[in-house]
């Protein structure tokens, strides 16, 4: 299997603009998780889903993110508008979780986002 | 508050010494902790996995430890190698082990 693949590994976007990420999960797995990460705050969880569907929002930080999951082999998470505060490296993750517990969370490469 | 803290924040040790890296947490209730290898510019990659009953684990050159009563783990490289060079990070999940809780990562930098 190939990972998680996430793309694009750089987006450079002007303030204002949409932004979408887009992120693959290796095949089979059932969670699928959408983090950020800045200097400043380390690694946060923003959303993730269970069999497509979002189990947990929590950790988005405003209504300009939304995050999609269409099918069992692609997710999106959009910022919209995009603001100077939004850089950071943005990483999706995916796992199948055997029902005596977590399972392992596999990362993708991350998507750095620079808004100027 | 949920929180995961971890020490030092930065460490610079010669090629071929030990070091043991810290993590204390208060994430309440605890499901399991996980230490995380994070290169430059890549994603996280799972080190070890320890459920509460679970006092230590090894893979390969790392040892994680676990005291579930004192609420602190440890991650012990031995022989350490330039590619050790990494952000080490400890997160703690907590319920059904889907809500990760994230320390703030210990830099490591081996020097030959």
């Known amino acids: 299997d190939a990972g998680v693949i996430q793309s694009p590994r750089h987006e450079v976007t002007e303030m204002g603009q949409e932004v979408t990420l887009r992120c693959k999960p290796i095949?089979?797995?059932?969670?699928l998780f959408w983090y950020r990460q800045t200097m400043m705050r380390g690694l946060e969880l923003l959303i993730y889903?269970?069999?497509?569907?979002?189990?947990?929002d929590s950790g988005m930080p405003e209504d300009r993110f939304s995050a999609k999951m269409p099918n069992a082999s692609f997710s999106t998470l959009k910022i919209q508008p995009s603001e100077p505060r939004d850089s950071a490296v943005y990483f999706c993750?995916?796992?199948?979780?055997?029902?005596?517990?977590?399972?392992?969370?596999?990362f993708g490469p991350g998507t750095r986002l620079t808004v100027t | 508050k949920n929180q995961v803290e971890q020490s030092p924040q930065s460490l610079i040790i010669l090629e071929g010494k030990n070091c043991t890296l810290q993590?204390?947490?208060?994430?309440?209730?605890?499901?399991?902790l996980r230490w995380y290898k994070q290169d430059t510019g890549r994603g996280p990659v799972s080190l070890t996995i320890?459920?509460?009953?679970?006092n230590t684990k090894s893979n390969g050159r790392y040892t994680a430890t676990l005291d579930a009563d004192t609420k602190q783990s440890s991650l012990h490289i031995t022989a350490s190698q330039l590619s050790d060079s990494a952000s080490y990070i400890c997160?703690?999940?907590?319920?059904?082990?889907?809500?990760?809780?994230f320390g703030g990562g210990t830099r490591l930098m081996v020097k030959p």
């Open positions: 993750a995916s796992s199948h979780h055997p029902r005596t517990g977590a399972g392992e969370q596999y």
């Open positions: 095949s089979g797995h059932d969670y």
């Open positions: 889903f269970n069999n497509n569907v979002p189990i947990d």
């Open positions: 993590c204390n947490y208060t994430v309440s209730p605890f499901s399991n």
């Open positions: 320890m459920t509460f009953s679970e």
């Open positions: 997160v703690v999940t907590i319920n059904a082990g889907n809500m990760l809780t």
